[in-house]
Each structure stands twice: as structure tokens, then as C-alpha cells.
């Protein structure tokens, strides 16, 4: 279903030449230099000759910010401190300017796109992307979340929303979400994905207390054992375990990747989302950029298994994609370094090499 | 020599209770909510009343870079891979424009300001602020790196330039250095100030190898042994192991504290100067805000004696002010939250306290 294109390598020597030439010691920029190799890396695929990169500069254009949101059957299950209703309060409150990502996003750039993928109320409004798959899903501990036809068409509305992104000259995306519940979807996804106990995966998601998460863990061990036999294939694993906001994230980082777009990954949520995508086709990964690492405590378990090191640890633990908000700057600053910066033979400054 | 106004608390009820009425579950913007309370709390000093305070919008005004400059005699003992003369040769890049801070200054909207506090070959720019104590400092492990008229006439420079920022409605400044050696002073002062053995507080600078590491530790255990009887006061404990800029940053801060302006501290280097600041008035501290742990392992144990949490861990050991310039989006995010997002009642979220 999706086919992305494997990121070749035909420009790092070039890449890092030019990196340690810029006036400051050999990586002395720390994640910043990793960063603008991967950003580099990822907007030179279609240059053609080595001629032609040497006069190519990399900049992010159009950055783009979706926003999925989704309802959670398992929300009625004891799981969260906010019933369903929440999740359609907070897109209105997406719609008419007043959450956090709407003030991250227009500080610093980002052009936000909220979608509907199935929340117990919509939200009326011209700007909401209808993408609904339901009203909420089904409980996962006691029923499939969905069907494996609702997953696949969370990923043929997510693939149509990011061409459309794509064909505009937009190169990166950036994944946001909000769904009363989801922690506990994304912490199964997680427990079923690297074979890890509940225990280990489910955390206090936006704030619950010890109660509840005791609670959380029985409900992903529930379902942990009801799926049992649908968790070796990512498709009906999301089926069983997913939200619909989750189903179509993963489906955008797919065809985000298949479009050579750069994919800024958020959270805890958007993290089960990206695992669930390298799961379905491995060469998305270099196409991900890990920009937060959240207070969720499974969440650094999953980026240490992923082997990715996020740009940005805020303690943030709000979802709606404020983590990969925040990290926009740094991207820019990573291009900026790349491209601006004077080398020692320009600046006539000495190189010294330890 | 620096009145220091403490900080009063005066609206902390109000700005707590703002943040916990945004629409977001309490705490979920984790160090964004405390960075937003120090800025509030420092912008607000002056104003006059409740009523004053609930129409009051914190803003960073004409957020401005300094950058230090300055020569250490210590370089040439064989503490740095790079000679002193590149200190003069990145000042001129600072002037030109092809340094890491200037691309960060342009991208993010600071006001980039050269000092040169002492280097070994003045750069002729109208742009470079003169603030010489000398050309460099004698080696801090066979002498006093400076005298204390030095120390002091630091101070009094770095008074009179961020009274004059002051008063063009400045009041936000990040501090910045470029000084070859400038790790094993700043080494030096930490492990004088905070009782520590060399070893704890060396560092691999910019990035020296194992042997040059160990020859700045034996460096270092010599000034402590040297200048045992002066490190009591911390004037002649910067005179005996300090720098030029160093020094200067130090009365910056002080003077910067002292006008109400919040404190942008950067690194290694930087957090030694915020160390000795403290160390003379402490009522400084509530000022500092620290943006970056850098790689230099001394940096983090600095900070936790200092008990603080930086904004920014991006393994950054360029020194310059870059981690200082790359956390200024991030506090205008926490400002931004705090001015601009809704709260339950205006958006019609229900609150859910858990």
C-alpha cells in the first residue's frame, strides 16, 4: 500500500565535509549536526549530480502540523481522569484558536490541520478535516477497537490528506493527537509490539492517579490476551488495539515517507504510531525525526527500542503534537548552521584537529 | 557594588492559578508552566497592583546576546588543541557574520553584542565593543590570572553596557564567550567554589584528547594549591583563577539582575560566571534562567549544586551562547501559553481534576 522510496546515503560524504569545515570544532554542535545530516540527507534524494548539491540549499518549506483526533471506547472503562466528551471540547477549542497548539504553531510557524477521525461529537466547522471512522471506537479489552477495513481506510484518507500536502510543496510534517483514552491504546500497541508487560508500557498519561493506572494495566493485560492471535500483523493488531486518530497517523507517516516528506514525530501516542508504521514497512523510519521525549513512562523505553534520541525533553505530557511544535526551530537552526555558517577558509579562522 | 532587588512573589497565586485554569490537564506543559512562572514573576516586579497584574501581558522585549571574549595564559600550557590566536580569529567571524551564534541570533531575533574584554589581537570593528583589561590573562597555575582592579573594572564595564540595554527597554540577556582555555578557568573556579577535586570539574572542552585532559587537571590542582589563600572571597577567587570575560559576565549578570532583566545562561563557562555571581549576591539567582547542559561533565554536577533544570540537552560544546540563543522560542512558547491560551470556562472544556 505504500511505496516508499529507500533514502540512499549518495551525498553524506559531502555532507559531513562541509559540516566539518564550518568555523566550530568537530561536532561541537551535538544533536544539531545529526540532525541537519538526516534533514539534508532526506531533501537531496532527487538532486542529481554532486554538481548540483554543492550549489543546494536544504530548507524546510511549507511545515505542516496535523492534528488527529479520535474517540476511545476503552475511555468508559475506568482509564482516564476526562470522559469521551473532552476530546470533542478540546477540537472546538482546536477550531477556534484557544489550545496549546495553536499558540505553538502560530509562534513559530507551523500551519495547523485538525482531523476528525471519529470523536463522539463533531465538531461543526469548515476547517475540521472529516475523516471520521465511527463516533469511538470499541472498547480493546473487551472487543476489537475496529475492523481491519477501518484501518485501511484511515490510511487511504491519511495518504489522500498528505499528497494533497505534498503536491502544495509542503516537505514536512509534524503529528499531533488528541483522544480521551489513547495512552491506553498506544501503551497496548506498544506492549504487543515489543513483547514487553503492560506493567512496563502503561503510564499516568495526562495525569491519572495510581488507581487508575492499576487500572490501565489490567485493561491492556485484558487485551493483550483477548487478541492474542491478532497481534502478529500490524494491520489487525491496529485493528484490535488502535484508536482511529492512531490508525490514521500511522498511515500518514507512511505516506508522508512514500512522498519524501520529513516526518516530526510527538509523543508517547505518535510514538506507538511511528512503531506501528516501521512495523508495517521498515523504510519509513529515516524518514522520522523523534522531537520529544515525554513524562509517559513508556516512552523512553520505546525510543531506547526504536534507538532514536529525541531533540527536546520537556516533561511536556500534553499530546496534541506541542513536543514536535517546539521542535521546529531546532530544525531550522540545524539548516541554518548548515547552510550559513562560514568555514575556516572563508573566516580564515585556523582548524585545529585533536 | 550591585543592588540587587530580591524577588517578590507578590502575584504567585494569580499566575499559578492562570496556568491551572488553561485548557490543558494541571502541569502537562511540564518546564514551559516553570519557566512561565519565573518570567511572569520577574516581569511583574513592578507592577503596582491585582487589578494592574490581571490586565498585564509579560513579554520578552529586544532579547539580546552578549558575547564575551577574552585570552587566557593557561592556553599555552598545553590545556586546549587550539592556539590563542583563534580566540581573535572567531571574533572576527563574530564580526563577520559566519559564526554559529550569528546564524542562531538571526533565525531567532537576538540582538547579537561583541565584547572584547581582553584578546590577544583586537579586532578593528566599530561593531566590537572595547572593554580590554589586557590582551591576555597570566597563566592561572603560575600566577593570579588578573588583579583585582581588573576583576573589578570588569565589572564596572559589564555595569555600564546592560544599564545602557536597560534602558532601551531590554530586558531579556543571554550570555555568550569565546575564549581558547576558558574551560580550565572556568574548571578551576568551579571545583574552588564548589570544594571539588580537579578530576570532578575537567572536561574535554571542545574536545581534547585523554592526555590534554590529564594535563588540565594537573593544572588545575596546581592554581587551586597556588591560590589557596584567595579563594575565600570571590573577587580574588576570579582574580587568581577567572577570565576577562569571564569577569565581565559575571558583573553582567549582576547588573543585569539588578536592572530586573532576566538572565539567559548558557554553558559551562557561562554557569561558572552564574556560580560566582551567586557567590556574591546571591539574590542574583532568581534571574537566571539556564537554557542548556552541555557535554562538558563537569557542566551537569554544576547544575545540580546549583539545583536548576535546563530548558535544552542537545550535547551542544560550542560554547559562544548557542545554547542560550537556541532556548529563546522556548520561552516565548511560555510566554505565549500563558497570555494567549484559553481556559476551561472560555472555551467550554470541562475540567477535570483529577
Not at 44 to 60: H, L, N, R, Y
Not at 144 to 165: D, E, I, P, Y
Amino acid at each position: 500500500m505504500f511505496n516508499i522510496p529507500t533514502v540512499t546515503n549518495q551525498f553524506g560524504h559531502l555532507i559531513i565535509d562541509k559540516i566539518n569545515q564550518k568555523t566550530k570544532p568537530l561536532g561541537a554542535l551535538g544533536q544539531l549536526e545529526q540532525c541537519a545530516i538526516q534533514l539534508v540527507t532526506l531533501f537531496s534524494q532527487k538532486v542529481a549530480s554532486e554538481d548540483a548539491f554543492k550549489t543546494f540549499a536544504p530548507a524546510i518549506n511549507k511545515p505542516t502540523l496535523l492534528v488527529f483526533a479520535g474517540d476511545h471506547g476503552v475511555a468508559a472503562q475506568g482509564v482516564s481522569i476526562a470522559p469521551s466528551d473532552v476530546t470533542s471540547q478540546m477540537v472546538a477549542n482546536f477550531v477556534s484558536g484557544g489550545a496549546a497548539i495553536n499558540v505553538f504553531c502560530q509562534q513559530l510557524g507551523w500551519q495547523l490541520e485538525v482531523i476528525d477521525c471519529g470523536i463522539l461529537h463533531p465538531v461543526t466547522a469548515p476547517s475540521v478535516h472529516n475523516c471520521r471512522l465511527g463516533s469511538i471506537t470499541k472498547p480493546l479489552n473487551t472487543d476489537m477497537a475496529m475492523n481491519t477495513a477501518q484501518v485501511l481506510q484511515g490510511f487511504n484518507n491519511a495518504k489522500q490528506l498528505v499528497q494533497q500536502l505534498s503536491h502544495s510543496g509542503c516537505n514536512t510534517i509534524a503529528f499531533g493527537e488528541m483522544g480521551i483514552g489513547n495512552t491506553t491504546s498506544a501503551a497496548a500497541i506498544m506492549a504487543a509490539m515489543l513483547n514487553l508487560p503492560a506493567q512496563q508500557c502503561v503510564g499516568k498519561g495526562t495525569g491519572v492517579s495510581d488507581d487508575i493506572v492499576t487500572r490501565k494495566i489490567t485493561v491492556v493485560e485484558q487485551a493483550l490476551v483477548l487478541h492474542q492471535l491478532h497481534l502478529a500483523d500490524p494491520i489487525s493488531l491496529l485493528a484490535a488495539l488502535g484508536g482511529f486518530e492512531i490508525v490514521h497517523i500511522t498511515g500518514a507517516m507512511l505516506a508522508a515517507a512514500e512522498q519524501g516528506i520529513a516526518v516530526v514525530v510527538d509523543g508517547f501516542i505518535c510514538s506507538a504510531a511511528a512503531m506501528a508504521a516501521i512495523n508495517i514497512n521498515p523504510a519509513v523510519k529515516d524518514y522520522l525525526i523523534f522531537a520529544h521525549c515525554s513524562n509517559e513512562q513508556g516512552h523512553r523505553l520505546m525510543l531506547n527500542a526504536l534507538d532514536v534520541k529525541p531533540l527536546l525533553q520537556l516533561d511536556l505530557r500534553l499530546g496534541e503534537g506541542t513536543g514536535a511544535a517546539l521542535s521546529l526551530p531546532l530544525l531550522q537552526a540545524a539548516l541554518g548552521f548548515y547552510n550559513q555558517m562560514a568555514s575556516f577558509a572563508d573566516a580564515g579562522v585556523e582548524q585545529v584537529v585533536s
